[in-house]
């Protein structure tokens, strides 16, 4: 059994039919929603790992720190392709750095002054210890040529914005750490909802981007060939232009396409097109 840190209804002590709901085609409706960066800042801040969601700033800084100096120090030394632990904290850090982008482990070798297949390495061994999330391309041919590049994520935005050093104030200030705080937020709290979903062992996440810059953040797959897709938004003013590659999937896949949705931090639901709206971000935990 994966123990994933607490979701986000587990916290707010509601149902959790998010996932089951989107596959039938219905956009959630919630109320009473927080607004905004800052009205969600507390909760992306905390994460999920229990001795950090009751915790203050301080408290919580420490946790995370000693959290990850431990699980590398004791674990990585167990795994095989890996015995260099000051490596893997390397990569951690910089793959925090670039959570929610494409993997290109040549450019990150190049910064790290270290091989690319070591690289791929100390990934592995993250992936294994649970600290990242690795969402690989989806390669169905929609008339585009695909980029095939993983996308990788912290396993916890609590961990997350520790190694950022991001607080409140950046998170509402910086546009970039903002963009992608917020969509790990949302790939972390999709995979915890799908690892208690009764749908959980038929589906699959995937991301999807294509050379003519056409993507979505998170495709979640049925093993019936059914689609959701999910793009997230880490603004409160959501536009149809953040829908265009959720169009492009709807039109491309016809029936096979349930629902797509655009998260965002604002309080309303706004209908975006034949089975595309757009959400409040609470959505994902609202009963």
């Not at 709901?21 to 219905?26: E, I, L, Q, S, V």
Request: charged letters at 25%.
């Amino acid at each position: 059994m994966t123990l994933w840190p607490f979701s986000q209804i587990e916290l707010a002590g509601s149902r959790g039919s998010f996932i089951e709901n989107a596959f039938k085609g219905r956009a959630p409706r919630p109320t009473d929603v927080p607004i905004g960066r800052a009205g969600y800042a507390d909760r992306v801040l905390r994460g999920g790992f229990p001795e950090a969601v009751g915790s203050g700033d301080a408290r919580r800084l420490r946790f995370f720190a000693g959290y990850i100096d431990s699980i590398l120090g004791r674990e990585v030394i167990d795994l095989a392709a890996v015995r260099d632990a000051d490596a893997t904290a390397r990569v951690l850090h910089l793959t925090a750095a670039r959570s929610g982008a494409l993997t290109n482990l040549s450019a990150m070798g190049r910064e790290l002054d270290i091989d690319h297949k070591t690289v791929a390495n100390h990934l592995k061994a993250l992936e294994q210890l649970f600290l990242i999330v690795r969402l690989r391309a989806w390669h169905r041919n929609l008339g585009h040529r695909i980029v095939r590049s993983d996308k990788l994520h912290l396993a916890d935005t609590g961990m997350l914005c520790t190694l950022l050093g991001a607080d409140a104030d950046r998170l509402a200030s910086d546009g970039a750490i903002a963009g992608s705080v917020f969509e790990t937020f949302v790939v972390n709290e999709i995979v915890r909802l799908a690892s208690v979903s009764e749908l959980g062992p038929l589906l699959s996440l995937f991301h999807y981007r294509d050379q003519r810059r056409n993507e979505i953040d998170l495709v979640i797959e049925h093993a019936a060939g059914d689609i959701v897709g999910i793009e997230v938004k880490a603004s409160s003013t959501p536009r149809r232009a953040d829908a265009a590659g959720l169009r492009l999937l709807r039109d491309r896949l016809g029936s096979r396409f349930r629902l797509g949705l655009v998260l965002h931090l604002g309080p309303t639901s706004i209908p975006l097109g034949d089975r595309i709206e757009a959400v409040p971000l609470a959505s994902l935990w609202s009963d």
